[in-house]
Structure formats: C-alpha cells, structure tokens
C-alpha cells in the first residue's frame, strides 16, 4: 500500500498515455506523425519545457469528444488511486482545445463525469482547476473565463501554465481579479524555468494561494523566507524537473534544501505520461536518489493534504490527515 496522498500538480492532458492517444486517434480518424507507440516513445527526450510543449500540444489533436476526455481522466483517476491519490486538484488547458474547435463544454463536461465517478470508482475526491496559457494574450485568457461561466460549478479554481519565461504573472492581473471576484481558488505556475520576481509577482499580483513549481524561489533569500513565514505551498515536481532539464539529476534536486528551509513543498506528478512516473513513482524516486527518511515523506503527504482546497470539507480533510499519521512504511 502507498502513502496517502493528494496531487495538486497535474495536467489531465500530461496523462495521455501512447496507448490511449493511438487508440483516440483510431476511434476518432486522426493521424499522428508516429508510425506506432514505440516510434512516438523516441520523441520523450525533452531539452526544455518548450520541447515538451510543442509535443503536448501536437497530441492533443486526438482528443475531441466529451467521451475522450472522460476517458483520460477516468485512465489517470485509476492509475492515480493505484498509487496511494485520495484527492486531486486536476488542471486542464482550455485555450488548447477551443484553439482546434473542441469547446469548452465538451472539455469541461467530459472530464467532469469521470470526476463525477471517481469517489465511487476509484476512492478520489477531485477538483478541477482552469488554466490559462500565458504565452497567449491576456484578452484571449479574459475570454475563456467568460466562456467557462455556464460551468463554474464544476471549476474550483484558475491556473497558469505554459510557456513561463517572457510571460510574467503581472500579464494577467485582470483575469485573475475577475477569478477571484467569481470566488475561484488561484494558483500558477512560476519559477519553474522563469526568475524569482515572477513567484513575486504572483503572489502579490496574482493573489495566489500556492505556487506551482517555484523551483527558482531559492535564489533569492528574502523570497524563501516570505515563503515560509506565509507558509505559500510549492506544488514540485521532481521527475519534471529531471526530464525539462530545470535540475541536472535527481540526486541534485534541492527538495532537501527546501524542506530543511522550512518551505511547504507538496510532490506531485505535473505530466506523468511524459516525464517517466505518476505521482507514487515521484515519491519513489525521491527516496531512493534524495534519501529522504519516512518522517520527510510522511511530511510531504502531509502537507499535500493541508495546502489542498478542501476548506468546504475538513472532516474529510480530518480523514485523510489521520490516515497520513497512520501509515505504516514498508
Ligand atoms: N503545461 C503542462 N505541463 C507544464 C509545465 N510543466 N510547465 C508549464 N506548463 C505546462
Ligand atoms: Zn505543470
């Protein structure tokens, strides 16, 4: 049995397996530029995030019904609760879909009746957050918030993703105030190839309530102690880390230097489909090349827990906690 947790950093469309997106390719007559799913396994070598993205997006072309996206998000739902997941904030990328004429009704509607499942499926809680691409333009990311508003219900919150650098936070003040007037949740990506000012800026501009990544946020000293004093959970995500190249190896990773800060640093999985492992295989991974000790992964689960947006729910929150102090390692 795995380590109870919750994953707060995941892209539903980072879990397109090869399998599944030939198999949504058949079924929806698309072709892929990849003879079979061995052939498209060779282009999962990835220099930087925009390597990786330009992949991302080029096997999204698969998914265009409300059918498909439920399919992935009940396949990641299943492999997650397989890898000890009790509860998943899950992101989604809206622009990339509405951009190849597949609205947000058909993305927002499919993922949510396998999300409507999953606590009877698979014993998951979910929530669904929205991200913004930030290499788009801020009227474009205003727009997709009005084209989300029939679907609030299902959306507890907005992101930002893609393309960090040469795209600040301070870009999309207006679209996050106007979030944040909807009383949704705020998060973004920052730091991850991008400098220590955007976490800043995120912060403060943004109003966030963690920061996804946020990697950089250790140089700059003053930032790391604002972190912990506000106690701002960083969402990592160490094999992503290794295969974008933001770290060297593994066993270079600062997540010890982080915890030893006093920083609430979450493990999560970010696209695992892509990037060698889903969220248990991070834990796994960090152990063995970080030789971090029970009581530091104990921590981890903890805090995935404590900086997940259950506010409406802290029995269940309660429950989970319990079952993190419970766990017997192996
Ligand atoms: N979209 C999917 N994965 C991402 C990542 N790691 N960083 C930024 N945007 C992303
Ligand atoms: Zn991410």
Redesign the pocket.
Known sequence: MSLPKAELHL?I??TLEPELAFGLAARNGVSLPYADTEELRTAYRFSD?QS??NL?YELMAVLRTEQDFADLADAYLARAAAQGVRHAEIFF?PQAHIARGVGMGTVVEGLGRALGAAEERHGVSTQLIM?FLRDESAESAMETLDAAKPYLHRIAGVGL????VGHPPVKFAAVYEAAAALGLRRVA?AG?EGPPSYVVQALDVLGVERID?GLRSMEDPALVERLVRERVPLTL?PL?NVR?RTVDTLAEHPLPAMLDAGLMCTVNS??PAYFGGYVDDNFRAVREALGLSPERLRELARNSFEASFLDHDEERRARYLAEVEAYEFG
């Open positions: 892209h469309e980072g995030l990786f993205l991302y990328d991200c993703d893609s393309a960090e990506h991850e990544h995500c992503s974008l970010d696209d």
